[in-house]
């Protein structure tokens, strides 16, 4: 778990189909209104799922509040204010960049699995404001 204003991760091994890896959970700083979120798919394969969860409070559970392609596109709502790509596909040697409302949650986490046939790894680049 990262508490900063800003982090990255790098080389998240994401594994083929049927299981959903966490590439990063981020712990939002008191006060924050917005994350931005840069997701880089860097070897073999398109993702076949990403998944963003909130967690409203320290000791409670993630709630799963993306995962559907349109979730990133057609019928995207608050608290997802702006994505660059359909993240549920993300291609491989592609970057998308997915824009937040975090005011009043604890943590966000970031999962997502690969195509079938071959793993991947990711980068995540982040800021918090």
């Known amino acids: ?61 993630y709630h799963l509040i993306a995962s559907a392609a349109s979730d990133y596109t057609t019928s995207m709502q608050e608290p997802i204010l702006g994505a660059t790509c359909d993240f549920a596909s993300l291609a491989l040697s592609t970057t998308g960049m997915l824009r937040l409302y975090v005011k009043g949650i604890d943590a966000v986490k970031f999962a997502a699995s690969s195509a079938s046939g071959s793993d991947t790894t990711v980068d995540a680049r982040w800021s918090i404001r």
């Open 1 to 61: 778990m990262s508490r900063a204003w800003r982090g990255d991760v790098s080389a998240v091994a994401i594994t083929a189909a049927g299981t959903s890896d966490v590439i990063t959970a981020i712990e939002i700083p008191h006060g924050a209104e917005y994350l931005w979120v840069e997701i880089e798919n860097n070897a073999h394969k398109a993702l076949d799922s990403f998944l963003v969860s909130y967690r409203p409070h320290p000791d409670a559970s």
